[in-house]
């Protein structure tokens, strides 16, 4: 598979500086304004380091599906590395119940640029929760038509990949208990195998613990009509399944 252009986006404009549900409207309009161009210089250093090193000697594998991994010139977001940048800046939202948990990490999202520019067979490759991989997805899926990769001067159709990060970029690493449990989400806690409640929970974990304990964050179905996980009341129900160390 082709690795082109590595771009990492932190997205602080999209967070509250302060974690504290009461701050979060207040510290919204700040963050907006105050972030928004270091945002995009940080995104474009990022590409800038991490582009393509592909030549014109760079051998060529072809795939059954007619798919290149490698080819002579890589494809292109219209406009360059500085215009996918403020593209991603401008359309990637922090999912509500990412940015709730304080969840962070890298979604690397592959799709096949077509001859004709189109992306096709948007995915993500990995997952890390709460509505980051669908997001990332969703971003890229709407992304316009690129310059497609060429060999011997021809289009041709090529595999590649984006790493899009999620980082709240704050210091207070904190989740809190309260603020999941006011909101309109419900969770089910996942801690080294075994389900609680938020309220058990709260007994092993305390009142707020660091958000980098979770591993993954994934919708709960209580296929098992376990009582005390009916949350009828609540929007959706995640769990939040914690590292094992």
Not at 69 to 74: K, L
Not at 149 to 154: D, F, I, S
Request: hydrophobic share 35%.
């Amino acid at each position: 598979m082709l690795s082109g252009k590595r771009l990492k986006n932190k997205r602080p404009a999209m967070i509250s500086i302060v974690v504290s549900c009461k701050s979060r409207r207040i510290n919204y309009l700040y963050g907006m304004k105050h972030y928004y161009a270091l945002l995009l210089l940080l995104i474009c250093c990022y590409v800038s380091r991490a582009q393509g090193t592909l030549n014109k000697d760079t051998p060529t594998i072809k795939n059954t599906n007619g798919v290149f991994a490698s080819i002579e010139e890589i494809p292109e977001f219209p406009g360059g590395t500085g215009a996918l940048a403020t593209f991603l800046a401008k359309n990637l939202r922090y999912p509500s119940v990412a940015f709730l948990i304080g969840l962070e990490g890298r979604v690397s999202v592959s799709f096949v640029v077509e001859k004709d520019g189109k992306l096709t067979n948007v995915r993500s490759t990995n997952c890390i929760g709460a509505g980051c991989d669908a997001e990332a997805v969703r971003v890229i899926a709407k992304s316009p038509n690129w310059k497609p990769g060429t060999k011997n001067g021809v289009p041709v159709r090529v595999d590649y990949s984006i790493p899009i990060s999620f980082s709240l970029g704050k210091e207070d690493k904190m989740t809190y208990t309260d603020n999941l449990r006011n909101s309109p989400y419900g969770f089910v806690f996942n801690i080294k195998g075994v389900l609680y409640t938020i309220d058990e929970a709260e007994k092993i974990l305390g009142k707020q613990f660091s958000s980098d304990q979770i591993e993954l964050a994934e919708p709960f179905y209580n296929y098992n009509k376990v009582e005390k996980f009916d949350m009828p009341d609540k929007k959706e129900v995640y769990l939040l399944i914690f590292k094992k160390s």
